[in-house]
């Protein structure tokens, strides 16, 4: 119970959409807070409502895919906050588009934010829990994409698919320490994500279209989205289960409105 009341929780991608809502909900709880995020404005100003809301806070620029980066942003947060003994992996980006239609720089941004950076985080904040024998939460914001891999998203589904693999290593390899792997497997939830994809109605069609005949539900199309506040409360459940238990996989999807269930059988 004490452990819970005093989580220190480190957050990367902290600027916007879920993981704003994942630091607002743990402000909420009274946890403190490491905020990290390319856009410093943003961050800062998440931080002042963590604050608002009783949190202690550290907010500084984090660019995930940026080893030094990454080193700076954990030296000074644990300055500050101690060891944060949750880390959220939160930090990612897709653009759609066919693979060989892509520039390498869109290519490489996508491999850097959603998995070389899941990685240097990761291998830092464990390496603080492991050297001060601390207990630990690190997770990962995966995707149904590693499970329903989308046509259009290849490299996205490509880098969640990934995380799939490595928090099985992981939770193999960290057996006995007190550090847990958690995933969440998120459908479509409120947030920025989609904020410079097409979304003419001509194009969202066409991604319907698209997901719809490899198989992908409804209720996971563009357009039924759930609320940020639903995705921080799950994580939330995930890293307050007590010793001894370890909530592996969280899959959360948007519930299909209702009245579509004989369209959806079309
Ligand atoms: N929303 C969904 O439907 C959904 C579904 C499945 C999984 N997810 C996963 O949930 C996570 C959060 O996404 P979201 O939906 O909240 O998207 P979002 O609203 O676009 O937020 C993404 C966050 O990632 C940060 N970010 C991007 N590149 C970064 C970098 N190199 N270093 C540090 N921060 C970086 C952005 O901040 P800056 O630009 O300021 O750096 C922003 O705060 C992602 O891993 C995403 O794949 C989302």
Redesign the pocket.
């Known amino acids: 119970m004490t452990e819970q009341r005093h989580r220190t929780v480190l957050i990367?991608?902290?600027?916007?959409?879920?993981?704003?809502s994942i630091a607002l909900a743990c402000a909420n709880r009274g946890w403190r807070l490491a905020l990290?995020?390319?856009?410093v404005d943003?961050?800062e100003d998440v931080a002042r409502r963590a604050r608002e809301a009783g949190a202690e806070v550290y907010a500084g620029p984090?660019?995930?895919?940026n080893e030094d980066s990454v080193e700076r942003f954990f030296s000074e947060s644990e300055a500050v906050l101690g060891v944060a003994d949750v880390i959220v992996?939160?930090?990612?980006?897709?653009k759609p588009g066919l693979l060989h239609e892509r520039d390498t720089a869109g290519i490489r941004l996508e491999v850097?934010?959603?998995l070389l950076?899941v990685l240097f985080v990761t291998r830092r904040g464990v390496a603080s829990l492991v050297e001060n024998e601390k207990r630990g939460d690190v997770v990962f914001?995966?995707?149904?994409?590693a499970t329903n891999p989308r046509p259009g998203q290849a490299t996205?589904s490509a880098t969640?698919g990934a995380l799939e693999i490595l928090s099985t290593s992981l939770s193999r390899e960290l057996e006995g320490t007190g550090v847990r792997i958690v995933k969440l497997r998120?459908?479509?939830?409120?947030?920025?994500?989609a904020?410079d994809w097409d979304l003419s109605p001509d194009a969202v069609e066409t991604r319907t279209e698209f997901f719809r005949r490899f198989g992908l539900r409804d209720a996971r199309h563009y357009g039924n989205?759930m609320p940020?506040e639903e995705v921080a409360e799950a994580l939330i459940f995930a890293v307050t289960r007590p010793p001894g238990v370890v909530m592996d996989t969280i899959d959360l999807y948007p519930e299909a409105p209702m009245g579509n269930a004989i369209k959806g059988l079309r």
């Open positions: 990367t991608g902290a600027s916007a959409g879920l993981g704003e990290g995020a390319r856009r943003r961050v984090l660019d995930v895919g992996n939160n930090a990612g980006l897709s850097e934010t959603n950076g914001m995966g995707s149904d994409a996205y969640k998120l459908g479509p939830a409120m947030s920025e994500f904020a989205v940020a």
